[in-house]
C-alpha cells in the first residue's frame, strides 16, 4: 500500500490573498470558487499535488520546515528579479562564482521557498 501526495498545505493569515501570489508564481489560476475571506483556497498544478492554503489565526514564527523548490522555465536570475518583483523577499543567496547554487526568498506571508537554476543552465554548466 502507499500513499499520493494529493496537496501541498500551506497554513497562512489570508489564504485567498497569499494564494494569489503563488498563483503568480506558478502561472496557474485560482479557480471560480475562490473569493477574498475564504478560509481555504486551492490552487491545482499540472501533473503535481495542488497548493492549498488554508486560514490558521497565528503567524508564522519560526523557520519552515518544508519548503518548495522552484526551477523556472527561464533563467534562476530572472525569475529571482520576477519573483522580487511581486512580492517575494530576499533571505538568503547561494548562488556560487560558477554559476551554481540558489535563492532563498519569502512569499509575502514568510514563507521560505527557493529558486533553482532552470534545466537549461543545469546542462549547460553541469
Known amino acids: 500500500m502507499t500513499s499520493l501526495v494529493r496537496h501541498i498545505t500551506i497554513d497562512c493569515r489570508d489564504a485567498y490573498e497569499l494564494a494569489g501570489f503563488w498563483s503568480e508564481v506558478t502561472g496557474q489560476p485560482l479557480t471560480d470558487e475562490d473569493f477574498p475571506g475564504d478560509p481555504e483556497v486551492l490552487i491545482a498544478l499540472p501533473g503535481g499535488p495542488g497548493l492549498l492554503f488554508i486560514h490558521v ?38 548562488r556560487r562564482p560558477d554559476g551554481k547554487g540558489w535563492v532563498v526568498l519569502a512569499d509575502p506571508e514568510g514563507n521560505e521557498f527557493c529558486v533553482e537554476r532552470s534545466a537549461a543552465e543545469r546542462s549547460e554548466n553541469g
Open 57 to 94: 489565526p497565528e503567524p508564522k514564527s519560526v523557520k519552515n520546515r518544508v519548503h518548495l523548490d522552484l526551477q523556472p522555465d527561464t533563467t534562476r536570475d530572472a525569475e529571482v528579479e520576477r519573483l522580487l518583483g511581486i512580492g517575494a523577499t530576499l533571505v538568503s543567496d547561494m
